[in-house]
């Protein structure tokens, strides 16, 4: 055999087992994730980062739209971006109607997503005309919030904008793509911010900080068993360049629950990885 064909065969081989190893983590990853979280309460979709493919699921309906909460707000930027070019504006938080009583105060961007502030988001999505939000729910493939709603839409209240949660969890990998984008940035930043200390905070009280980028999200319960509401948490990690997306959904419990759950996951999933590696 020659050299070039030695070459090849052992970059074939490197490749079949690089392969093998993935395809094992995927059996023993869906096998450990179903073992520890299989509890009704708890739903989840787990994302190879760089193909898109499914590695886990527990999710009935999972293309089904529903009401998602405050994930859609990065959606809401894009969609002001869309109209508007420049920086994008601050706004004053007096927490009348925000999750957060007594507000965040002066607030941008970045942490108006890392703390999901629904009153910058209002603020913001009063700016954002209706052309903007189909145009970026088209480029994204999510549905867009419904004809003649407002900016409660706009913000994930009232569960008015439904979107599937197969096709929420594509679009967020979609956030990773333009990493050079200025609005991207501000939008992963304030993710890794949540996940830090925001509304995700429980992520990294379990899997520790800078480890990943993160978005919570409550919204009406969906369930036959109604509660008030479900929580969602999405996690992509590792926090720079991430490999994996984990999309979970809380029943009953609000988003920040879902963050300790989804950490939890995270947690399991590493614990696997390792385990493949020895
Ligand atoms: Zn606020």
Known sequence: MNRRRLASTAFMLAALSLAAAQGLFQ???AMRLKQAFNAPEISYLLLD???GETLAQQWPDADKPIPLGSLVKPFTALAY????SGAFPGFQCDGKQCWRPGGHGKIGLREAIA?????YFRKLAAFVKADSSERIAHDYSIAPPPAG???GAMVGEC???KISPMAMAHAYLRLLDAPN???GKILLAGMSESADLGTSLRVSAVIGRHRALAKTGTAPCTHDRHTPGDGFTIVMWPAEQPRYLLLVRLHGEPGSHAAGIAGRMVRTLEETRVADAD
């Open 27 to 29: 059996q023993s990853a």
């Open 49 to 51: 980062a760089r193909s």
């Open 81 to 84: 971006r869309a109209g508007h």
């Open 115 to 119: 703390q999901s502030c629904n009153e």
């Open 149 to 151: 709603s407002g900016s």
């Open 159 to 161: 569960g008015e904008w």
């Open 181 to 183: 984008d200025p609005v």
